[in-house]
Structures are given as structure tokens and as C-alpha cells.
């Protein structure tokens, strides 16, 4: 009978016993029909595990409860073939056992919401055998879980707490944190959903402090009114504060939004149609409404401001160039969603870093339009 080439164990990584766990292991020769492990106590050099099983694939799996955690073991392999040929046991590899380790956010549940832009992470860690905890590392992800930021890896178990700054208001993301013990056991705290809300006080909100001797008060007047508005139906959502409605759909505001004097409006917006309108307003003192649209002309894009009326020139247009830096990636292509619809909004470094800043001017009777974009940032107030 021939011997067959002998296998060579894989590394084996921390494990609690309590469940089944897989050691794999290589071997080139005739294929394997079988292999034994045996399992010595690293302490005691007792036999604890003799089993054979009866599987091509290569690796040999120990059944729960084998083991007890806490304890070290060494491991060797052993395959056959179909024609009763063996191999040489595996030359040994060490294996530790542990109990599962508590690992999670300290107050902090699954869909929590936080009242701040600037959350403050903590992280709980226990092992009941006492295996150090070796390093971790804290994750971010949007709401779609693609990866916003993360805290690189840290090692001290005495400060395991980690900030993410400038979450964005009225947002959703997810929180993860991944570490390793000494031994190789390795933890996650699994994605937590948490929902940022926070007050934001608006550049252009003034209050003024009146005070009443006669009465001995003080009352508080702002320019804050509050706007009415309705929509068509129900093919919108709101996420990361972003109003996001369906072609078929209209959001109109009928209440409290009336100007009459020389003005600026300012319409910001992500991921627009070419060549339909996506805002309309009622011109000051006539029943006539101009809109904005976006559309191609030879090889750059426009905003088209469409004006009715005029007092002096009539029914016109106006044309504001989008930067094409915004609008292209670095190769030159188009950004769209699957929709075909612009990403007007994209940097060549992060698609969601700026925002489409449309802005509507009305002075001595004429109209005028300016495109820009800014960085999206956050205001917080604590």
C-alpha cells in the first residue's frame, strides 16, 4: 500500500466550542475519501478527541460541545483514499477555546435616534475566560450601508470609544464596530441603525428681544412663518432630509410663501430629469408661472429659467451654465442614475458632496439665474 503526501493544517483561529467549527487543511494526491483528527489537551498531553470522518472535502468539522473553553488543544490530521492508502499524521497546530465575548455599544439600541451631529461611541467588552481583546475598529455606513467613514484600527482596551463628526440632520446611518482578541477570536457588534435629529438654527432666522416694563416681560418676535403645502400623492419618501418625489408627483406650497417686493429664491435639488420642469412659481401680481428645466446644449447643460411675462422684455429665457466638472466624471461620461435622470450634484471625489444650488433673482423687473454648488455641511446647536 502507498502512503499518501501528508496534510498540512491551516491556521486556526480562537473558537467557542459550544458550537461546530471547521478545521480546513491542504493535501495533493489521490483524492480523499476520509480523514481522522485527533486532538491532544495542551496542558495534560491527553488524547480528549480519535474521530474519523467520511468526506472529500478538505477539512474535518468538531462537533459542538467537544471542547471546553478556556483550555488549549493541539490538532493533527490524518486523510485516506479509496484504495486504503493513508497519510502520516499532520505535523501539530495549536487551537484555543473561549466563550463567545460580550461585545456591543453601550446604550445605544437598533434604530436609536441621537440628538446631535457629532455621536460619541462607547463599546462594552467581556470575556469570561479573560481573553484580551487585541484591536477593534468602528465603522459608519449610510443609510444604504455603503461605508461613510471609519475609525482606523485602535488597540487600547482602556479608551474604547470612538466620535464620528458632521452626521447630517434628519439622516439615517448605520454603526458597526469589528475587533480581535489576542487569539485570533474574532467579534462584531453587527449593524445598528441609528437616526440623527438635531435643531439647526437657520442663517436667516433673526429674534428680537422686546422688553415690557410695565408688565415686567420679555416677548420674542422672529421673521419665522410658517409655510402651508400639500402633495399630489403618496410616491415620495423623505430621507436624509431630501423631499424625493416621482415624475408624477407635485409638491406645492399654498400658504404662507408669498412675495411681493424684489426677492431671491434659492431651490436646491439632487438628481433632476432633463428637459422637465421641476419648479414652478406664480410670477409676483399675475396668474402666470415660470419654471426651471435642465437641458443639453451641443456638449454642455443648462438651467432654463422660463419667464411668462416681462414688463420689458416680454416672455424670455435665461441661461446659466452647470459647471461640467460638476456633472461629468473624470473620464468625461454623463453622471445619471439608472433613471437617466442628472446628478448635478457630483464631485469627482464623492457624488453626495455637493448640493445644486439654483438661485432666482428679481430685481427692477427682470428676472436673472445663478447655478453654483456648495458643500454639504452641518450646523449644530448644543
Do not use: W
Amino acid at each position: 500500500m502507498a502512503t499518501l503526501n501528508t496534510p498540512l493544517i491551516q491556521p486556526i483561529y480562537a473558537f467557542d466550542p459550544q458550537y461546530n467549527y471547521s478545521v480546513s487543511f491542504t493535501y495533493t494526491g489521490n483524492q480523499t475519501v476520509r480523514n481522522r483528527a485527533v486532538v491532544l489537551d495542551n496542558d495534560t498531553y491527553q488524547t480528549v478527541y480519535d474521530s474519523e470522518q467520511d468526506r472529500m472535502r478538505l477539512d474535518h468539522v468538531f462537533p459542538g460541545g467537544t471542547f471546553v473553553p478556556g483550555k488549549t488543544y493541539q490538532v493533527r490530521i490524518q486523510v485516506f483514499d479509496a484504495y486504503g492508502n493513508e497519510s502520516a499524521l499532520s505535523a501539530p497546530v495549536l487551537f484555543y477555546c473561549f466563550t463567545t465575548p460580550e461585545f456591543y455599544f453601550e446604550d445605544m439600541q437598533d434604530t436609536a435616534t441621537l440628538h446631535t451631529a457629532n455621536p460619541k461611541l462607547t463599546l462594552h467588552y467581556f470575556q469570561r475566560e479573560h481573553e484580551p481583546l487585541q484591536d477593534f475598529q468602528f465603522y459608519l455606513y449610510d443609510y444604504d450601508k455603503s461605508l461613510a467613514a471609519s475609525s482606523g484600527h485602535k488597540y487600547d482596551p482602556a479608551d474604547m470609544s470612538h466620535t464620528f463628526y458632521g452626521l447630517k440632520n434628519e439622516s439615517e446611518y448605520y454603526i458597526r464596530t469589528t475587533g480581535t482578541t489576542v487569539h485570533g477570536f474574532s467579534v462584531d457588534t453587527g449593524y445598528i441603525k441609528i437616526n440623527i435629529q438635531y435643531f439647526v438654527m437657520p442663517a436667516n432666522v433673526l429674534f428680537e428681544a422686546k422688553n415690557h416694563p410695565e408688565n415686567g416681560s420679555i416677548s420674542l418676535e422672529s421673521g419665522v412663518i410658517d409655510i402651508g403645502y400639500e402633495i399630489d400623492n403618496d410616491n415620495y419618501s423623505l430621507k436624509n432630509s431630501e423631499l424625493i418625489i416621482g415624475s408624477d408627483n407635485t409638491l406645492t406650497y399654498n400658504a404662507g410663501f408669498k412675495i411681493t417686493d424684489e426677492f431671491k429664491v434659492f431651490v436646491k435639488a439632487r438628481k433632476l430629469p432633463l428637459n422637465s420642469a421641476f419648479f414652478k412659481m406664480r410670477c409676483p401680481e399675475t396668474g402666470n408661472y415660470l419654471d426651471i428645466h435642465v437641458e443639453k446644449l451641443g456638449k454642455a447643460y443648462y438651467g432654463v429659467l422660463h419667464v411668462p411675462y416681462g414688463k420689458t422684455l416680454g416672455a424670455y429665457h435665461v441661461f446659466a451654465e452647470l459647471p461640467q466638472s460638476y456633472i461629468a466624471d473624470i473620464q468625461g461620461f454623463l453622471l445619471a442614475d439608472t433613471e437617466n435622470n442628472l446628478i448635478m450634484l457630483a464631485g469627482t471625489d464623492y457624488q453626495d458632496l455637493y448640493t445644486t444650488v439654483f438661485e432666482i433673482s428679481y430685481k427692477k423687473g427682470l428676472y436673472d439665474l445663478h447655478i453654483y454648488y456648495e458643500a454639504d455641511t452641518v450646523t449644530e446647536d448644543i
